[in-house]
């Protein structure tokens, strides 16, 4: 037999916005995580885009901006984590140790820092700025390396069935 309470409550999480809310937190958070490790990855793993990174000077702050927006992001999943987990503790709690738990600094702080939305939307906003300066720094080192510092951007490759051939026609 169902718990009318819990089917309430299914019922009611199911109409509210939590589910889109979800969906898209978890998205913009592996999508952070993963331009800010596998772009850097990717331009380091390929010689030439590595020697062009390197001769612009600009390599370290390219690499520090892209740590610096992943460390962001999995600071801001711990305190997440550590502030649900005293919520969960308090919850879980029985009567007489829920009261005292409740007065507790951190579950207070925890508490006060669940409701608050400007810490993640600062995070999650400096990560972007951080990943847009090293994604500048990027594409500037490879469309305007100077080919006097003696690496060239690579050539673009056209095979031969791609090329554009005018048809013939017999005379």
Known sequence: MANSDTEHAKTQNDDS?????????????????LYGAALPAYFLKEKTFADLIRESGHGRTIIMFFLLGILFQVVEVFINKVTMGYLYLEEALKDQRKKRFRTTRRYLLSSWYSEQTWPAVIIDLGTIVLYGCATWMLLTAFLFQS???????PQATVTPAAQSVAPQTPN
């Not at 916005?17 to 995580?33: P, V």
């Open 17 to 33: 916005y939590f589910g889109s809310y979800e969906a898209h937190a978890k998205t913009l958070r592996s999508w952070l995580i």
């Open 147 to 153: 080919p006097a510092a003696g690496v060239q951007p």
